[in-house]
Protein backbone atom coordinates (compact mmCIF):
# COMPACT_ATOMS: atom_id res chain seq x y z
CA UNK A 1 0.00 0.00 0.00
CA UNK A 2 1.70 3.44 -1.19
CA UNK A 3 1.45 6.16 1.55
CA UNK A 4 -0.30 8.93 -0.37
CA UNK A 5 0.03 10.86 2.17
CA UNK A 6 3.35 11.57 2.22
CA UNK A 7 4.00 11.74 -1.71
CA UNK A 8 5.50 14.69 -3.01
CA UNK A 9 3.65 15.05 -6.17
CA UNK A 10 0.26 15.62 -3.57
CA UNK A 11 2.69 17.63 -1.62
CA UNK A 12 3.94 20.11 -4.16
CA UNK A 13 0.56 20.03 -5.47
CA UNK A 14 -0.62 21.39 -2.32
CA UNK A 15 1.61 24.07 -1.84
CA UNK A 16 1.19 25.20 -5.66
CA UNK A 17 -2.71 25.65 -5.16
CA UNK A 18 -2.00 27.74 -2.04
CA UNK A 19 0.99 29.78 -4.09
CA UNK A 20 -2.07 30.80 -6.85
CA UNK A 21 -4.24 31.90 -3.92
CA UNK A 22 -2.20 34.00 -2.30
CA UNK A 23 -0.02 35.39 -5.78
CA UNK A 24 -3.84 35.95 -7.37
CA UNK A 25 -5.24 37.90 -4.34
CA UNK A 26 -2.43 40.40 -3.85
CA UNK A 27 -0.73 40.44 -7.83
CA UNK A 28 -1.53 43.62 -9.20
CA UNK A 29 -3.71 42.57 -12.36
CA UNK A 30 -4.97 45.43 -13.84
CA UNK A 31 -6.58 43.82 -17.12
CA UNK A 32 -10.37 42.14 -17.17
CA UNK A 33 -10.60 39.16 -14.89
CA UNK A 34 -12.89 37.36 -13.05
CA UNK A 35 -10.99 37.19 -9.39
CA UNK A 36 -13.59 35.31 -7.99
CA UNK A 37 -14.17 32.73 -10.24
CA UNK A 38 -9.84 31.77 -10.07
CA UNK A 39 -9.90 31.97 -6.31
CA UNK A 40 -13.13 29.78 -6.09
CA UNK A 41 -12.07 27.57 -8.24
CA UNK A 42 -8.59 27.09 -7.18
CA UNK A 43 -10.07 26.70 -3.47
CA UNK A 44 -11.78 24.15 -4.25
CA UNK A 45 -8.93 21.75 -5.26
CA UNK A 46 -8.00 22.20 -1.51
CA UNK A 47 -10.23 19.67 -0.50
CA UNK A 48 -9.58 17.20 -3.28
CA UNK A 49 -6.54 17.07 -2.21
CA UNK A 50 -7.08 16.07 0.87
CA UNK A 51 -8.82 13.06 -0.24
CA UNK A 52 -6.17 11.99 -2.23
CA UNK A 53 -3.73 12.23 0.50
CA UNK A 54 -5.82 9.70 2.15
CA UNK A 55 -6.94 7.60 -0.19
CA UNK A 56 -3.55 5.42 0.11
CA UNK A 57 -3.98 3.75 -3.76
CA UNK A 58 -1.53 3.69 -6.14
CA UNK A 59 0.08 6.74 -7.45
CA UNK A 60 -0.65 5.64 -11.02
CA UNK A 61 -4.50 5.08 -9.81
CA UNK A 62 -4.43 8.16 -8.39
CA UNK A 63 -2.98 10.12 -11.68
CA UNK A 64 -6.45 8.73 -12.75
CA UNK A 65 -8.37 9.51 -10.39
CA UNK A 66 -11.95 12.13 -10.33
CA UNK A 67 -9.61 14.12 -8.31
CA UNK A 68 -7.17 14.82 -10.63
CA UNK A 69 -9.22 14.92 -13.39
CA UNK A 70 -11.46 17.89 -11.22
CA UNK A 71 -8.49 19.91 -10.91
CA UNK A 72 -7.52 19.78 -14.44
CA UNK A 73 -11.23 21.00 -15.25
CA UNK A 74 -10.82 24.09 -12.49
CA UNK A 75 -7.46 24.86 -14.32
CA UNK A 76 -9.39 25.59 -17.32
CA UNK A 77 -11.82 27.66 -15.64
CA UNK A 78 -8.91 29.72 -14.16
CA UNK A 79 -7.57 30.13 -17.47
CA UNK A 80 -10.38 30.94 -18.85
CA UNK A 81 -11.41 33.29 -16.11
CA UNK A 82 -7.77 35.03 -16.48
CA UNK A 83 -8.81 35.72 -20.12
CA UNK A 84 -7.58 32.74 -22.15
CA UNK A 85 -4.77 30.84 -23.04
CA UNK A 86 -2.20 34.25 -23.46
CA UNK A 87 -4.28 35.51 -20.36
CA UNK A 88 -0.78 37.66 -19.10
CA UNK A 89 0.01 39.62 -22.36
CA UNK A 90 -3.14 41.69 -21.11
CA UNK A 91 -1.80 42.23 -17.78
CA UNK A 92 1.80 43.13 -18.74
CA UNK A 93 0.63 45.62 -21.26
CA UNK A 94 -1.45 47.21 -19.07
CA UNK A 95 1.28 48.43 -16.43
CA UNK A 96 4.08 51.11 -16.67
CA UNK A 97 7.82 50.26 -16.40
CA UNK A 98 8.00 50.82 -12.33
CA UNK A 99 5.24 47.90 -11.97
CA UNK A 100 6.71 45.35 -14.64
CA UNK A 101 9.07 43.66 -12.46
CA UNK A 102 6.87 42.56 -9.54
CA UNK A 103 3.94 41.68 -12.12
CA UNK A 104 6.40 39.80 -14.39
CA UNK A 105 7.18 37.74 -10.77
CA UNK A 106 3.26 37.03 -9.97
CA UNK A 107 3.00 36.11 -13.30
CA UNK A 108 5.23 33.37 -13.52
CA UNK A 109 3.89 32.08 -9.91
CA UNK A 110 0.33 31.62 -11.30
CA UNK A 111 1.64 30.18 -14.36
CA UNK A 112 3.81 27.63 -12.29
CA UNK A 113 1.27 26.49 -10.06
CA UNK A 114 -1.03 26.17 -12.92
CA UNK A 115 1.28 24.27 -15.12
CA UNK A 116 1.96 21.76 -11.79
CA UNK A 117 -1.60 21.48 -10.93
CA UNK A 118 -2.79 20.59 -14.77
CA UNK A 119 0.23 17.97 -15.32
CA UNK A 120 0.44 16.35 -11.83
CA UNK A 121 -0.87 12.89 -13.38
CA UNK A 122 1.84 13.18 -15.40
CA UNK A 123 3.91 12.88 -12.61
CA UNK A 124 2.10 9.77 -10.81
CA UNK A 125 2.15 8.06 -13.16
CA UNK A 126 5.57 7.63 -13.07
CA UNK A 127 4.96 5.43 -9.87
CA UNK A 128 5.61 4.88 -6.38
CA UNK A 129 8.75 7.36 -6.06
CA UNK A 130 9.82 8.82 -2.28
CA UNK A 131 12.20 11.54 -3.66
CA UNK A 132 11.10 15.52 -3.33
CA UNK A 133 12.02 15.90 -7.31
CA UNK A 134 9.37 13.52 -8.07
CA UNK A 135 7.30 16.51 -7.07
CA UNK A 136 8.15 18.88 -9.56
CA UNK A 137 8.85 18.64 -13.66
CA UNK A 138 12.41 17.70 -14.21
CA UNK A 139 12.59 18.57 -18.18
CA UNK A 140 14.91 18.80 -21.06
CA UNK A 141 15.76 22.43 -22.74
CA UNK A 142 17.41 23.99 -25.29
CA UNK A 143 18.70 27.42 -24.77
CA UNK A 144 17.47 29.91 -27.13
CA UNK A 145 19.03 32.95 -26.59
CA UNK A 146 21.40 34.90 -23.52
CA UNK A 147 21.76 37.92 -22.34
CA UNK A 148 24.14 39.17 -19.91
CA UNK A 149 23.42 40.99 -16.80
CA UNK A 150 26.17 41.87 -14.17
CA UNK A 151 27.96 38.61 -12.91
CA UNK A 152 24.36 36.46 -14.18
CA UNK A 153 23.12 35.51 -17.69
CA UNK A 154 19.43 35.43 -18.22
CA UNK A 155 18.66 32.62 -20.84
CA UNK A 156 15.32 32.12 -22.82
CA UNK A 157 14.67 28.14 -22.54
CA UNK A 158 12.72 26.18 -25.22
CA UNK A 159 11.05 23.16 -23.33
CA UNK A 160 9.07 22.01 -26.36
CA UNK A 161 5.87 23.16 -25.51
CA UNK A 162 6.17 26.82 -23.99
CA UNK A 163 9.59 28.62 -23.14
CA UNK A 164 11.09 30.07 -19.82
CA UNK A 165 13.53 32.30 -17.96
CA UNK A 166 16.46 30.82 -16.46
CA UNK A 167 18.64 32.85 -14.66
CA UNK A 168 22.75 31.71 -13.76
CA UNK A 169 25.65 32.42 -12.45
CA UNK A 170 27.38 30.13 -14.90
CA UNK A 171 28.59 32.32 -17.39
CA UNK A 172 29.92 29.85 -20.02
CA UNK A 173 26.20 29.15 -21.23
CA UNK A 174 25.69 29.29 -25.09
CA UNK A 175 23.11 29.23 -27.22
CA UNK A 176 22.25 25.74 -28.53
CA UNK A 177 23.24 24.24 -25.24
CA UNK A 178 20.95 21.29 -24.50
CA UNK A 179 20.31 21.30 -20.58
CA UNK A 180 18.29 19.57 -17.53
CA UNK A 181 15.84 22.57 -16.01
CA UNK A 182 14.04 21.99 -13.14
CA UNK A 183 11.01 23.52 -13.03
CA UNK A 184 10.83 25.23 -9.81
CA UNK A 185 8.54 27.88 -8.15
CA UNK A 186 10.14 31.53 -9.59
CA UNK A 187 12.75 33.14 -7.64
CA UNK A 188 14.09 36.73 -8.03
CA UNK A 189 17.32 37.45 -8.81
CA UNK A 190 18.93 40.77 -9.46
CA UNK A 191 15.62 42.22 -11.05
CA UNK A 192 14.84 39.15 -12.86
CA UNK A 193 12.43 36.26 -12.58
CA UNK A 194 13.99 32.72 -13.09
CA UNK A 195 11.30 30.20 -13.65
CA UNK A 196 14.01 27.61 -13.04
CA UNK A 197 17.59 25.59 -12.47
CA UNK A 198 19.34 24.48 -15.15
CA UNK A 199 20.85 20.47 -13.52
CA UNK A 200 24.46 20.41 -12.56
CA UNK A 201 27.36 18.32 -11.51
CA UNK A 202 30.34 19.49 -9.91
CA UNK A 203 31.60 22.49 -11.14
CA UNK A 204 28.89 23.52 -13.90
CA UNK A 205 26.06 23.00 -15.52
CA UNK A 206 25.09 19.97 -17.69
CA UNK A 207 25.29 21.43 -21.36
CA UNK A 208 24.82 18.32 -23.71
CA UNK A 209 22.02 16.50 -22.31
CA UNK A 210 20.10 13.46 -23.81
CA UNK A 211 16.35 13.85 -24.26
CA UNK A 212 13.34 15.02 -26.75
CA UNK A 213 12.82 18.84 -25.70
CA UNK A 214 10.33 18.76 -23.51
CA UNK A 215 10.93 15.18 -22.14
CA UNK A 216 12.79 13.91 -18.92
CA UNK A 217 16.36 14.11 -19.62
CA UNK A 218 18.07 10.60 -19.94
CA UNK A 219 21.48 9.74 -17.76
CA UNK A 220 21.51 12.64 -15.26
CA UNK A 221 24.07 11.95 -12.63
CA UNK A 222 22.34 11.57 -9.13
CA UNK A 223 24.44 14.44 -7.57
CA UNK A 224 22.77 16.47 -10.34
CA UNK A 225 19.58 16.78 -8.74
CA UNK A 226 20.91 17.34 -4.84
CA UNK A 227 19.99 21.30 -5.32
CA UNK A 228 16.67 20.45 -6.58
CA UNK A 229 15.83 18.31 -3.48
CA UNK A 230 16.65 21.07 -1.35
CA UNK A 231 14.45 23.82 -3.12
CA UNK A 232 11.56 21.52 -3.31
CA UNK A 233 11.99 21.08 0.39
CA UNK A 234 12.21 24.79 1.22
CA UNK A 235 9.15 25.49 -1.16
CA UNK A 236 7.28 22.54 1.06
CA UNK A 237 8.22 23.96 4.40
Known sequence: MWDSSKDYRLRVLEKSV????KTAEGANLKGIWNKKKC???????LPEIQVMYFSYIEPAAL??????????LKVREII???GGDQWHVQFLNLVNKDEKEKLVE???????ALNTIATVDERLKLGPINDPVIGIDIKTGEIVSIQKKD???VCNVNLGSRAITVVTN?????EGNKVGVAVLPPSVFQGVTSEGMFLGAGEG??????????SMPHGIPLDALNETRNLVETFLK
Open 151 to 153: NLI
Open 39 to 45: LTSARAM
Open 80 to 82: DAL
Open 106 to 112: SIAKMKF
Open 63 to 72: AESPQVEDMK
Open 205 to 214: ILKNVEGELG
Open 170 to 174: DLTVK
Open 18 to 21: ELFI
